[in-house]
């Protein structure tokens, strides 16, 4: 039995090592001193925030060399290209990810203190500046058909108490065990429980709750699944999960080579709130629409291709 298993790992263990031996595919170690390289990542949601923060670069810095990035799977993985320098600027870091990931503090359920907190520790500790948020978050949130929320009057969490007695409720199998914002957590904060809770993988719930197998579901609140089949967040309103803003991040380093790039980065924050990252992520992950085209019809439609090139103003990258 171990050997079968040993066999069944043994091609996606070396998928993982070619993966890792060619994440930066034509790319050496610091080549970001030639110019601006962007950390994307391998979620949708971080490859459509790459491409809008790269072509929005190409079209306001004409003379900037730009790359992506964008198979790093995890933060940990941009974090350590960062050091590197084999990027100089990430399209999302989240608030909660990296305050208890790379940073390896303690979790707070304050949107304003977790982000004060990383924008002051990125800087000391790395010299790079971590932006305003894109505008939403991407946390864990309870969601249930729009019929059931007119229905019942539904707006927050706390709205569930008088008939979660009688509810079906699906969860994200992890969520059932986890510290500190999870299953336990959950009842100690709202008071009250479900009359079933069925623990299933992440991206069921979405269509147990449309297919009415589940009255509510615990998913992700960016998912695009969300917007496809009309469903409604509940307001976190006892602030059981930690903050997740999504924000640019870029070294001071690049920020020095090209003095525009900062006021470039301003300017997108607050431009994604949460409804509208959903429609893009459901863009691309259901209507197969490229991330680059998701992000071009983006900038395209909110005029932020308008206005000068300030190009011709650059320092040398170091």
Do not use: C
Not at 125 to 146: D, I
Not at 239 to 256: G, I, K, N, Q
């Amino acid at each position: 039995m171990a050997r079968g298993k040993n066999a069944l790992w043994a091609p996606i263990l070396l998928a993982a090592l070619l993966a890792v031996a060619v994440f930066l595919p034509g790319l050496e170690r610091g080549a970001s001193k030639d110019g601006i390289v962007i950390a994307g990542g391998n979620t949708t949601e971080r490859q459509i925030l790459a491409e809008i923060t790269a072509q929005m670069i190409r079209h306001h810095i004409r003379d900037a060399r730009v790359g992506l990035v964008n198979n790093l799977g995890t933060t940990v993985l941009i974090r350590r290209a960062l050091d590197n320098g084999d990027v100089n600027l990430s399209g999302a870091m989240y608030t909660g990810t990296s305050l208890t990931g790379e940073l390896g503090l303690p979790m707070t359920t304050d949107p304003a203190e977790a982000m004060d907190t990383v924008v002051r520790e990125y800087d000391r500790r790395y010299g790079e500046k971590w932006y305003p948020s894109w505008g939403f978050a991407n946390t864990y949130a309870f969601m249930v058909t729009r019929e059931l929320a007119d229905r019942e009057g539904l707006r927050t969490v706390s709205d569930l108490a008088r008939i979660a007695p009688g509810m079906r409720l699906g969860v994200d199998t992890s969520w059932m065990e986890r510290k500190g914002d999870g299953y336990q957590d959950f009842r100690k904060k709202y008071g009250f429980d479900f009359k079933h809770v069925f623990p299933m993988e992440i991206g069921l719930v979405y269509s147990a709750v449309r297919a009415g197998e589940m009255d509510a579901v615990l998913g992700y609140s960016t998912d695009g699944r969300i917007a496809t089949y009309d469903l409604v967040l509940l307001e976190d309103d006892r602030r059981l999960f930690p903050p997740y803003d999504a924000s640019p991040v870029a070294t001071r380093r690049v920020l020095e080579a090209y003095p525009q790039l900062d006021s470039i980065l301003m300017r997108l924050s607050g431009t994604v709130d949460s409804t509208r990252m959903q429609r893009m992520n459901r863009m691309a992950d259901e209507d197969l629409v490229e991330p680059h085209t998701v992000a071009r019809r983006f900038l395209e439609e909110h005029g932020y291709f308008e206005g000068a090139d300030s190009g011709s103003v650059r320092k040398e990258a170091r």
